[in-house]
T-cell receptor, first 111, second 117 residues
C-alpha cells in the first residue's frame, strides 16, 4: 500500500463545476499536509497548506480529518486555467521530516 | 517565486557520456533534493542532503551521484548515461528542521529534461 494515495484520474469537468479531490495517508505520525499543483511538463508548485481546522483560499477549500487520515481539496467554479495535476503531500516527522508525494490526480476543465 | 535554478533545461546526449545536472538556490536552504519524474507519472526521490557534506539516497535507486560542497549548490552526475536514464530531473530545496511545520514548504526548480539516445 502506498503511503499517500489519491483518487485516480483524470477528472474531466465542465467550466463552472465543483470538483473534489481525495487523499488518504497511512502514517499516523504525519504532521503537515499540503496540496501542490503541477502543470504539464512543469515543476510542482505549492497550492495551499492544509490546516487542522480546514482552510479556504478563494475558490479552493482544503480539509483534514486526522481520525480518518484523510485530506480533501475542493475547487468551486472551476476555470479552464485550473487544468493541471494536483498532488497531495504529507510530511511525517518520524521519517526525518521527509515529504511524501501522492501520485497526483489530473484535472481537465473543458469549456 | 522560488529562487532555485537548474541547468541545462533540456539535454539530448549519447549513450555512455558523462553528464552533470546543475542546481543552485539562493534562499539559504539547508535541505536539498533531487526527484525523478517520467511524463504523467509520480515523483520519485532519488537523493537528498541536509547540508554541506551531507548526501543521502532516496526512495528510488538511482545510478546517479550527488555532492554538496556548498550550501547553495547540489549537482547530480551520471557517469555513463543510458537510454533508461531518459526522464525529467527536478531539484528542490526547503528549510531544515523536522519540526518546522508549515515553514518547511518545498520549492522546485523548473526541471531538467534529459534524453539519452
Amino acid at each position: 500500500r502506498k503511503e499517500v494515495e489519491q483518487d485516480p484520474g483524470p477528472f474531466n469537468v465542465p467550466e463552472g463545476a465543483t470538483v473534489a479531490f481525495n487523499c488518504t495517508y497511512s502514517n499516523s505520525a504525519s504532521q503537515s499536509f499540503f496540496w501542490y499543483r503541477q502543470d504539464c511538463r512543469k515543476e510542482p508548485k505549492l497550492l495551499m497548506s492544509v490546516y487542522s481546522s480546514g482552510n479556504e483560499d478563494g475558490r479552493f477549500t482544503a480539509q483534514l480529518n486526522r481520525a480518518s487520515q484523510y485530506i480533501s481539496l475542493l475547487i468551486r467554479d472551476s476555470k479552464l486555467s485550473d487544468s493541471a495535476t494536483y498532488l497531495c503531500v504529507v510530511k511525517a516527522y518520524n521519517q526525518g521530516g521527509k515529504l511524501i508525494f501522492g501520485q497526483g490526480t489530473e484535472l481537465s476543465v473543458k469549456p | 517565486e522560488a529562487d532555485i535554478y537548474q541547468t541545462p533545461r533540456y539535454l539530448v546526449i549519447g549513450t555512455g557520456k558523462k553528464i552533470t545536472l546543475e542546481c543552485s538556490q539562493t534562499m539559504g536552504h539547508d535541505k536539498m533534493y533531487w526527484y525523478q519524474q517520467d511524463p504523467g507519472m509520480e515523483l520519485h526521490l532519488i537523493h537528498y542532503s541536509y547540508g554541506v557534506n551531507s548526501t543521502e539516497k532516496g526512495d528510488l535507486s538511482s545510478e546517479s551521484t550527488v555532492s554538496r560542497i556548498r550550501t547553495e549548490h547540489f549537482p547530480l552526475t551520471l557517469e555513463s548515461a543510458r537510454p533508461s536514464h531518459t526522464s525529467q530531473y527536478l531539484c528542490a530545496s526547503s528549510e531544515i528542521g523536522e519540526t518546522g511545520g508549515y515553514r518547511n514548504t518545498i520549492y522546485f526548480g523548473e526541471g531538467s529534461w534529459l534524453t539519452v539516445v
